[in-house]
């Protein structure tokens, strides 16, 4: 990943939980939800897991909210969601490099996900290396 898809991400975070800051997270859930809202731009999006694995919010999949992702596997078997909140639970923050389908490209590529842990909420967002 780039460094500017890095800072990227990491600014997209960083507007989410601002905005969830000022707005409350039931409104937050929704616009982190709504497929055509501020938080979907190109291939970058948020989502928000709970500090067990459970969806909260998806940019681009409403009905992935609920489901409990823990276990979720990328190509070569790598529980990524799992990293992901151990690693915000134990630090706070920080990254987790997966390989993911491209829905356009019809590949699997390395992706990247930045996240923090705010409250109770884990916001993620996720970018495909170019």
Known sequence: ?????????????KYAISFY????????????TYPHGMF??????IYVLNSRGIMLAHGVNEKFVGEDFIELMDLHG????REIVETANA?????VNYTWYHPVRREWVP????F???DDLIIVSASYEQ
Do not use: N, T
């Not at 790598?78 to 969601?81: A, G």
């Not at 630090?91 to 990254?95: D, I, M, R």
């Open 116 to 118: 923090e842990k705010v």
């Open 21 to 32: 800051k000022s707005s409350g997270k039931g409104i937050a859930m929704a616009a982190f």
């Open 1 to 13: 990943m780039s460094p500017g898809q890095q800072a990227s991400a990491i600014e997209w975070v």
């Open 111 to 114: 992706k990247a996900a930045y």
């Open 91 to 95: 630090e706070g923050s920080g990254w």
């Open 40 to 45: 979907v731009k190109d291939e970058l999006y």
């Open 78 to 81: 790598k529980k990524f969601i």
